[in-house]
């Protein structure tokens, strides 16, 4: 059996949680879905924070909270998921698709100012592979600033940590997150006023948007085990990249004065991709390609101007980094790195 590329790190605790909601029969939003706010409120330290069914529902909650006028241009990165331009397409908004930085795939400044030329407003940020662009630059454009923290939580830039830039920031809490309750997404506010416009707009909304107990349960011991899981990921992640140090391909480093968080391990390939997985398939082991699911691949051949997005869509693959890979197996795929053709 090959080893798979992304695996929820979901042990007895959360187990034990899930199985709790379900013998109380209390599996719809309610108290679990209480605790797990109030948990990412001191885990992040913002002042507000609503738990959604889905990353697009806390996504429209957050533009709603900002009040952005119908149509107004939304600046995305060509690499965030496909799910942000579908979602601003599908709110009446104009999405406005722009390139990255070859070096560490996201959004530079310049890209951004090109955007805000074309009428963007609001700028949607995702912070794709744990890493951080340039925040005080793009800031100091004063254009509002969504953070999609989804693979960048404990991400840090300048002793300010990921979530903590942006007005909003939403946690995605699916399959292939950096937390998974099986779904949904957490919407964080960082300030006062903003946090007191989220929960008015939180409480009147109708039950089919909170997430439910039983996802909760699952979200909130991940959580509170967050710290000890990242810190296995980081020393994997340390293994790989001095073992991918000694051939010829490269991986993404964050710029700055800033750690990036530990989501997978992405190698940006200087051969052919078939070759590659050719070759890691006969030592049981899965890589897939880690843009796969991005606004690039969604729009193709339609989409203009984004090179560099595209270029790194075609040669930057995932290979499996996660808790419950365990020593041998993180071993394992530390050698076949050192040995990729």
Not at 295 to 320: H, Y
Request: proline share 5%; with cysteine.
């Amino acid at each position: 059996m090959k080893l798979p590329v992304h695996s929820s790190t979901i042990r007895r605790k959360e187990m034990d949680a899930v199985l709790t909601c379900m013998v109380a029969e209390k599996i719809g939003p309610g108290e679990m879905n209480q605790k797990l706010v109030s948990l990412a409120r001191e885990f992040f330290g913002v002042e507000g924070a609503t738990a959604f069914r889905s990353g697009a529902i806390a996504l429209q909650y957050a533009i709603k909270a900002l009040d952005l006028p119908p149509q107004s241009g939304i600046i995305l990165s060509a690499l965030a998921p496909a799910w942000h331009y579908q979602q601003v397409v599908s709110l009446g908004y104009t999405p406005l698709v722009t390139d990255v930085s070859p070096d560490t795939g996201l959004l530079t400044v310049e890209g951004i100012e090109s955007a805000i030329a074309k009428g963007g407003r609001l700028i949607l940020l995702h912070e794709t592979l744990g890493f951080l662009p340039d925040m005080n630059a793009i800031l100091a454009l004063n254009l509002p600033v969504i953070e999609d923290i989804s693979q960048s939580i404990g991400a840090t830039l300048d002793e300010k940590t990921a979530g903590s830039f942006g007005v909003f920031s939403i946690v995605g809490l699916e399959e292939c997150d950096l937390l998974t309750a099986g779904g949904g997404a957490l919407l964080l506010s960082a300030g006062k006023r903003e946090a007191t416009v989220q929960k008015r707009l939180s409480d009147e909304a109708p039950l089919t948007d909170i997430l439910p107990d039983i996802n909760s349960a699952l979200a909130y011991i991940q959580l509170k085990e967050f710290p000890k899981n990242a810190e296995i990921r980081r020393e994997m992640s340390a293994l790989y990249t001095s073992s991918l140090m000694q051939g010829r391909h490269k991986t993404f480093i964050q710029q700055g004065d800033g750690i990036s968080a530990v989501y997978s391990f992405p190698v940006i390939l200087s051969s052919g991709l078939k070759e590659v997985r050719q070759y890691v398939h006969r030592k049981d082991i899965e890589i897939e390609e880690t843009y796969a699911c991005t606004i690039a691949t969604l729009l193709g051949e339609t989409l203009e101007g984004c090179i560099n997005a595209l270029s790194l869509s075609m040669r930057c693959v995932l290979f499996p980094l996660y808790p419950r890979l365990g020593t041998a197996n993180a071993a394992k795929i530390a050698k076949v790195l050192a040995t990729l053709p």
